[in-house]
């Protein structure tokens, strides 16, 4: 399976084309069983996307940590 790394500012892009392409914020919540409330706040970057929100787009968190290749020696 081939992956791809995508920023938050890339998951709000895709989440607002996957929301005109149903129309409205509330059909694309009752297409995908999210909440309409938890889409309008990560849209307004009030809250971070909701494991369901990510699942319905076919996504998930990935968390990683780097050093500055400087720092180590």
Known sequence: MKTKRINK???IRR???EIEALG???????AK???PTI????????????K???AAMNLR?????ET???EEK
Do not use: H, W
């Open 9 to 11: 500012d890339e998951l």
């Open 15 to 17: 989440l607002k084309r």
């Open 24 to 30: 409205t914020q509330g059909a694309f919540a009752k």
């Open 33 to 35: 069983a999210v909440s």
């Open 39 to 50: 889409i309008s706040e990560v849209l307004m970057g009030r809250r971070e996307p909701s």
């Open 52 to 54: 369901k929100l990510l």
């Open 61 to 65: 968190r990935v968390v990683l940590f």
């Open 68 to 70: 500055n290749c400087y």
